[in-house]
């Protein structure tokens, strides 16, 4: 007897054997219990889902006339005909290679006249796409109004290149791509059928390899069962598919994010020794990345991975310990490395660079956990210390984004600081203690005619507004409470003044004001004015050689200006020297969330 491939031996031949269509499937069976289906549909998905198995099986369905209601029987003489591929009312049409409008002429001369055998004539068209535009409009015609004995079955992988015209003539089923884990049950029992001893851990490289392709997947299982025989084993399926264990993927992730160059460079040699196509394996790095990404950031990361239990466990575990920002950076700059490598002749040596700036990108820390660290240091210490061994290299821009140290940042204030200031604030404390009981009597004397001030009407509040040219000091070191950053950047802007009701706050260096101006900042700005000179503010930020009066907006002159400007900011300077690090990349879209 001869070999049945396995696409063909399980091949579907009722609806409870198609895998993983569990909706469309229900839409189909409905349509026929109701009798209501149409005389021309169209299946759509990638391949080897099962599109011209559902046709044929739809086919099957309407010409069956077996006794059961749950059609087809699969035994009556027509559902025979059709699984034996020899029934004379299907008619299957490959569309690639009968495109022409001859093909469908002759195709409309048959379905003239009335089945031989069957009950309806089914026209099942494979590929519909690749007819042409006038094989299209000879079918429109029929489409509209199809003979009562013939149902039309089209099947697609590319559904946006069939006509609109055609496409509203016919009940459209889109398959999706089977699941990982159909893919898996599926697999599994076969294996179990065909009576090969096979590792769970080998059946899920093949679905994964299938990706959401069942006949991908059980060409690929036909190859190894006929590879290792009654006993495969999960090297086999390593070597017959051109796999890299996923765990070469899990070490070599790990040393790129622990910063182990050397453990890198070994793998990569292993890799290269076993003849693997660096490519391939660069774009199956990147899927591990992803996934190490989607598991960090995603509520429920099993819903977008093809992975196990196990392997998701260990997805987590590795990516908990380092931020997303970090995660994103690495993927980015390997998925560069990637791009590079399809127009390299030396994919390795691009691979090891990749590997390289990786590494030396080390772990990113967002520039808002920078800016509140910054704004931190400066509320306790009272004012910057630059490190002075962090000014080196602080101006060399280079690739790697945001802020990014080259070594963990030392804590830049001498630790004593804090606990100094609360010593002497225990030894004042019983002084004042003493103080306040005195006093204590006083304070509702006191305390009476300040409330009235505060609760005073308009007119009462007025008299206790301030000029802002004359307390401009005060509100610095009153923002500086709250925003040190902002205090910091306010003391550079020229002349600020109150004119017309607006807080007029002009920079000289179009640079300086550039962190302000954004809208969040100006509103902070407008409640601190409003608290502290007790009038409301519309706060107005330019800069020399802005439109008269600015908007609160920065005027610049594109984005190479905006970037070079941002890259001047003193705040982002301060963070480089107290931090020690260098400005990469500057990014100006939507924050990474
Ligand atoms: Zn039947």
């Excluded at 003239?112 to 535009?133: A, G």
């Excluded at 280079?398 to 963990?408: H, L, Q, S």
Aim: hydrophobic share 40%; charged share 25%; with cysteine.
């Amino acid at each position: 007897m001869s070999y049945l491939v396995l696409a063909r031996k399980w091949r579907p031949q009722t609806f409870a054997d198609v895998v993983g269509q569990e909706s469309v499937v229900r839409t189909l069976q409905n349509g026929l219990k109701r009798n209501r289906v149409a005389h021309a549909m169209i299946f759509s998905g990638v391949r080897g889902v099962g599109k011209t198995t559902l046709a044929r099986i739809m086919a099957k369905a309407l010409n069956c006339t077996g006794a059961t209601d749950d059609k087809p029987c699969n035994v009556c003489e027509s559902c025979r005909e059709i699984t034996a591929g020899n029934a004379v009312d299907l008619h299957e049409i490959d569309g690639a290679s009968n495109r022409g409008i001859q093909e469908i002429r002759e195709l409309k001369e048959n379905i003239r006249f009335f089945p031989t055998k069957s009950r309806f004539k089914v026209i099942i068209i494979d590929e519909v796409h690749m007819l042409t535009t006038e094989a299209f409009n000879a079918l429109l015609k029929t489409l509209e109004e199809p003979p009562e004995h013939v149902y039309f079955m089209f099947a697609t992988t590319e559904l946006h290149k069939v006509p609109i015209t055609i496409l509203s003539r016919c009940q459209r089923y889109e398959l999706k791509r089977v699941s990982f884990v159909d893919l898996v049950a599926f697999f599994a029992k076969i294996a179990t059928q065909e009576q090969v001893e096979i590792s769970r851990r080998a059946i899920e490289m093949i679905a994964r390899e299938a990706d959401g392709s069942v006949r991908d997947g059980l060409s690929l299982l036909d190859q190894i069962f006929s590879f290792g025989g009654d006993r495969v084993t999960d090297e086999d399926v390593v070597q017959v598919l051109g796999l890299v264990d996923q765990q070469i993927f899990v070490h070599l992730a790990r040393s790129l994010l622990t910063a182990d160059l050397a453990q890198c460079f070994d793998l990569l040699e292993k890799i290269y020794v076993a003849g693997i196509d660096l490519k391939r394996f660069t774009t199956d790095l990147l899927a591990y990345l992803r996934a190490l990404l989607i598991c960090r950031t995603s509520p429920r990361p099993e819903a977008l991975l093809d992975v196990s239990d196990q392997e998701l466990a260990e997805l987590r575990g590795l990516s908990a310990d380092h931020s997303p920002e970090t995660l994103a950076m690495l993927f980015q700059l390997l998925f560069k490395g990637m791009t590079e490598m399809q127009y390299s002749a030396h994919p390795r040596l691009v691979l090891e660079m990749a590997f390289i700036k990786a590494v030396q990108a080390g772990q990113v820390t967002p520039a808002a956990a920078l800016l509140g660290r910054l704004d931190e240091m400066i509320k306790v210490g009272g004012g910057l210390q630059p490190l002075p061994s962090a000014l080196p290299a602080a101006k060399e821009a280079e690739k790697p984004p945001a802020v990014v140290p080259p070594k963990p940042p030392v804590p830049p204030l001498p630790e004593k600081t804090p606990d100094t200031s609360r010593e002497i604030l225990a030894v004042i404390e019983p002084e004042l203690d003493s103080k306040v009981q005195k006093l204590e009597p006083l304070v509702g004397k006191i305390a009476e005619p300040k409330n009235r001030e505060k609760k005073g009407d308009g007119a009462a509040s007025q008299t206790h507004t301030k000029d802002v040219r004359k307390n401009w000091d005060s509100f610095v070191a009153y923002v500086k409470e709250r925003k040190p950053w902002m205090a910091q950047v306010l003391k550079l802007c020229e002349n600020p003044r109150e004119e017309e009701g607006k807080l007029l706050v002009r920079f000289d260096n179009p640079s300086d004001g550039t962190l302000l101006q954004e809208p969040e900042h100006v509103k902070d700005l407008s409640v601190y004015a409003l608290d502290f000179f007790q009038k409301d503010l519309r706060v107005r930020i330019s800069s020399r050689g802005d439109k008269a009066g600015g908007h609160g907006e920065a005027v610049l002159d594109g984005p190479k200006e905006e970037r070079r400007v941002l890259a001047n900011d003193p705040l982002v300077q301060t963070a480089v020297d107290v931090f020690g690090g260098q400005v990469g990349a500057i990014r100006t879209g939507p924050r990474f969330r």
